[in-house]
Nanobody, 121 residues
Framework: VQLQASGGGLVQAGGSLRLSCAAS????????MGWFRQAPGKEREFVAA????????SYADSVKGRFTISRDNAKNTVYLQMNSLKPEDTAVYYC???????????????WGKGTLVTVSS
């Protein structure tokens, strides 16, 4: 499956952004989806995940209550709504697909190119 993330940009602290990840190729609804991020000089970290049906979600503690992951299988798209953004949320955000829902980047089967989110203070 091919993944393309979009929606990044520059936003002030406290603001919001919605990231999208469009999938093509294989059947999108067969995959659990995740969002990860990588800040400069840091390792890639888990942000959020959603099951293939959309019925189950999980979040990193650092974004819980501020970010919401969702998906629209009819549109082959997964979203990440980010509210109350903080400067420490600045990173390149990646979407990924896997056959199991997991916070482990090493287990993800497919990755999209990232989209940069910059939060100014």
């Amino acid at each position: 499956v091919q993944l393309q993330a979009s929606g990044g940009g520059l936003v002030q602290a406290g603001g919001s952004l919605r990231l999208s990840c469009a999938a093509s190729g294989r059947i999108f609804s067969f995959y659990d989806m995740g969002w990860f991020r990588q800040a400069p000089g840091k390792e890639r970290e888990f942000v959020a995940a959603i099951t293939r049906s959309g019925g189950g979600t999980s979040y990193a503690d650092s974004v819980k209550g501020r970010f919401t992951i969702s998906r629209d299988n009819a549109k082959n798209t997964v979203y990440l709504q980010m509210n109350s953004l903080k400067p420490e949320d600045t990173a390149v955000y990646y979407c990924a697909a896997s056959s199991i829902i997991t916070p482990m980047a090493s287990i993800m089967d497919y990755w999209g190119k990232g989209t940069l989110v910059t939060v100014s203070s």
